[in-house]
């Protein structure tokens, strides 16, 4: 066999540390999907249970890689060996190859299984209650304590247990949100339930994690965790009366608000203000104080008024797919408008 080549030589160390950089620690912003960093005393349990599975399973590599690496080293053939003598079976060793592996699966049941039973217990009953539902392709979020329904974005207070009761519209999906829980199936006509407490302030990334179409990789969400004040300052907000007397004579903000009610928009999401204000069955999610959200499009575009025109305008050249459907397209003085009017909704 012909040595490698310079370059082989060379280019091997180079592409190991390639790898190996991607296991850096990382923080949030860099890795918003990582669950290596937990965030929530949910997701720390379940990190401390795999590095607990992760380093027993390196000690079992390093002893039987290494001991396979020196038997083939050791016991290599030279020229002029004559046959080794041959063996059957050794009857202390496959004892001891069988009772050792068993006793490192039974030392990392307990662990394993103390995990599951503590994050199936039930939340305390001083949790926050959310009802999640997984729509094609987005998530929409029911806080019945306070009345609120809003979409894509959970709003948590840091330090409170949230007490997630999941559910379907449609098709299976999966709630996940790595920093702070592993992953939950959302199923039709059956509640799943899922609990976590956040430990830091932030906004921080979740995801669908189970295929539920063509925009399943577009289904996504942000958990926005602020502390006690910022989280009433929220609802407060939130279950605040739409601005239509504020803004009677701003022509812009009627024309909007004309726009929603003839363009179509009133058949599929609720909206403050409007004939659909308290409708909790339609199919799109509800517009109620869209402006205070960080993201449209189910996590995937900023809110921005240049986003949000671009959505209006074609949906389906921003998401393919997209179940919205325009029943016509609007003109730019209603767009224009129809921006206008959602984001004065704070
Ligand atoms: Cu919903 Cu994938």
């Given at each position: 066999m012909r040595p490698p080549s310079r370059f082989v030589r060379a280019a091997l160390p180079a592409l190991l540390l390639l790898v190996l950089a991607a296991c850096s620690a990382g923080d949030s912003a860099t890795f918003p999907q990582s669950t290596l960093i937990p965030k929530g005393d949910f997701a720390a349990m379940v990190d401390q249970l795999f590095m607990t599975t992760f380093w027993w399973a390196l000690a079992v590599f390093i002893l039987v890689e290494g001991v396979l690496v020196l038997a083939i080293w050791k016991f290599r053939a030279k020229p002029g060996d004559a046959e080794p003598a041959q063996t059957h079976g050794n009857t202390m060793l496959e004892i001891v190859w069988t009772i050792v592996p068993s006793a490192i699966l039974a030392f990392i049941a307990v662990p394993t299984v103390k995990t599951i039973w503590r994050t199936s217990e039930a939340p305390g009953r001083d949790a926050l209650v959310v009802e999640v539902i997984g729509h094609q392709w987005w998530f929409e979020f029911r806080y019945p304590e306070y009345g609120i329904v809003t979409a894509n974005e959970l709003r948590v207070p840091m330090g409170r247990t949230v007490d997630l009761r999941l559910t379907t519209a449609d098709v299976i999906h999966s709630f996940w949100v790595p920093q702070f829980a592993g992953k939950r199936d959302m199923i039709a006509r059956h509640t799943n339930h899922f609990w976590f407490t956040a430990a830091d302030t932030g906004i921080f990334s979740g995801q669908c994690a189970e295929f539920c179409g063509t925009q399943h990789g577009r289904m996504g969400f942000h958990v926005v965790s602020s502390d006690s004040a910022g989280f009433q300052a929220w609802v407060a907000?939130?279950?605040?009366?739409?601005?239509?007397?504020?803004m009677a004579k701003d022509s812009l903000y009627?024309?909007?608000?004309?726009?929603?009610?003839?363009?179509?928009?009133?058949?599929?999401?609720a909206m403050a203000g409007q004939p659909t204000e308290k409708l909790t069955q339609l199919v799109g999610p509800n517009l109620s104080h869209v402006a205070s959200r960080h993201h449209l499009v189910a996590g995937m575009l900023e809110n921005t008024d240049e986003?949000?025109?671009?959505?209006?305008?074609?949906?389906?050249?921003?998401?393919?797919?997209?179940?919205?459907?325009?029943?016509?397209?609007?003109?730019?003085?209603?767009i224009t408008a129809l921006v206008h009017y959602l984001r004065s909704h704070r």
């Open positions: 907000v939130q279950k605040g009366s739409a601005p239509d007397s504020a009627q024309a909007g608000k004309q726009a929603f009610a003839v363009g179509g928009c009133m058949g599929c999401h986003n949000l025109a671009r959505w209006i305008r074609d949906p389906n050249a921003v998401k393919e797919g997209s179940l919205m459907k325009l029943p016509r397209p609007m003109t730019e003085a209603e």
